[in-house]
């Protein structure tokens, strides 16, 4: 009943304290929801990746997410620094359909909450609920270290639920990975983001300088 | 929830039910008990105000209708009819937050019980935690929008049990009539304490 509820308080919230006012809500929660999952720490990709498949790093509350091992980040050297990481199911799909078969429509506000975030903050979001996420993971990520260096978070493209999609362009840049083939995730994906070393001399951003 | 066939296989993500409680705990930082109580009825007030109204020519059908959660009243929680006015919620439809709460996060902060006291001395006893307040205003409010044979529905609550087991009972002055209306006994209800999560019971003003 909880995440039926809090759909009809963004409804709520929103006439109450605006769409702005919910979106900086929604930051605070996922930047509170990170920091009270704790540290973690690995000693190599390897490790990272088994345990996210066993669903025992913080990424797991999201449900089944998925290290796409075949598609590595690597550095100006070569190295790898990073994955492609991809989550089967949107978190907020199964709110969506109970709030169909209970109430009946989702409100208006989760869309206007989405567009404004999208139009002040960064063009990702496909539901209000998009906001929490990333905001999740950007933090999530500074809490786990790989061989003693924090993460970075990049999301990279989002899918909705009525199938339009979003994709970070900036973001692919950085990573040098291709548009369209991001595109061809999310026919499996809903979701899809990079956990890059923090501070690792990526091959988009080293070419823009 | 409605109930089709595999439609109770649709279980809500654990991600959104723990960022609803970092969320009322954010609000609690702010405002303190006080202010998270009117959120949270605020919450229920306006889940309850985007449902449907409902009418029903005799209370048998009101009372089928509860028990398969196809009514707005019951629909989000498996309720059985302990007597023609007393019903009986098995489980808890917070209980899936609670224990994704407890198992990723740790143990519930003081707020979530502090509200809940907050709520008992100004609206009605019955409540343990942030989601007996929830519950039980929505249960109120949806209440309003129904009728049975032309009269409008009331709600009063009897008791209720967390999850972890604590139990809250409506006061000693209140219970008799309570009973009375819902037309079981002391026993009968300690009896149904032990394994079911709210006894409510419901009625329509003479």
Do not use: G, H, Q
């Given at each position: 009943m909880l995440d039926v509820a809090l759909v009809s308080l963004i409804q709520d919230m929103s006439e109450k304290a605006g769409v702005e006012g919910t979106i900086q809500y929604w930051l605070r929660v996922g930047e509170n929801l990170a920091k009270r999952m704790g540290k973690e720490a690995y000693m190599g990709w390897p490790s990272f990746n088994v345990a996210l498949r066993e669903g025992?790093?913080?990424?797991?509350i999201e449900g089944n997410v998925i290290a796409l091992t075949d598609l590595a980040i690597t550095d100006v050297d070569g190295d790898v620094v990073g994955y492609l990481y991809a989550v089967?199911?949107?978190?907020f799909e199964p709110t969506i359909l109970r709030v169909r078969y209970s109430v009946g429509q989702l409100p208006k506000a989760d869309k206007q909450v989405a567009d404004e975030y999208n139009m002040t903050?960064?063009?990702?979001?496909?539901?209000?609920?998009c906001i929490i996420h990333t905001k999740f993971r950007e933090e999530v990520a500074k809490n786990i270290t790989i061989a003693g260096q924090p993460l970075e978070a990049l999301q990279l493209a989002n899918r909705g639920f009525t199938g339009e999609t979003k994709i970070d362009e900036e973001n692919l840049k950085k990573i040098g990975i291709n548009k369209e083939y991001v595109r061809s995730l999310l026919r499996n994906y809903a979701c899809v983001f990079a956990l890059v070393m923090k501070g690792a001399r990526l091959k988009g951003e080293v070419s823009e300088e | 929830m409605k109930n089709i066939e595999g439609y109770q296989e649709i279980l809500d993500n654990p991600m959104v039910d723990i960022a609803t409680y970092l969320f009322l705990e954010d609000i609690a930082d702010k405002q303190g008990a006080a202010g998270m109580n009117n959120y949270l009825m605020s919450l229920a007030y306006s889940l309850a105000r985007t449902m449907p109204e409902e009418e029903y020519t005799k209370w048998e059908d009101f009372i089928d209708a509860l028990v398969k959660s196809e009514s707005i009243l019951t629909a989000f929680e498996k309720v059985y009819a302990a007597s023609e006015n007393c019903m009986v919620t098995?489980?808890?439809?917070f209980l899936r937050g609670w224990k994704e709460y407890t198992k990723r996060i740790g143990e519930f902060p003081k707020i979530h019980k502090d509200v809940a006291e907050y709520y008992n001395s100004r609206?009605?006893?019955?409540?343990?935690?942030t989601g007996d307040i929830i519950i039980q205003t929505y249960r109120k409010a949806a209440a309003e929008k129904i009728t049975v044979n032309g009269k409008k529905i009331q709600v009063a609550h009897i008791a209720t049990v967390s999850p972890d087991g604590s139990k809250k009972i409506a006061p000693e002055e209140w219970l008799p009539i309570l009973l009375e209306k819902a037309k079981i006994t002391r026993t009968q209800l300690n009896m149904i304490l032990r394994n079911n999560a709210a006894v409510w019971v419901i009625y329509t003003l003479q």
């Open positions: 025992r790093t913080a990424f797991s089967e199911k949107c978190v903050y960064r063009d990702i979001a496909v539901c209000n609920f | 098995v489980e808890s439809p609206v009605t006893p019955t409540a343990i935690e």
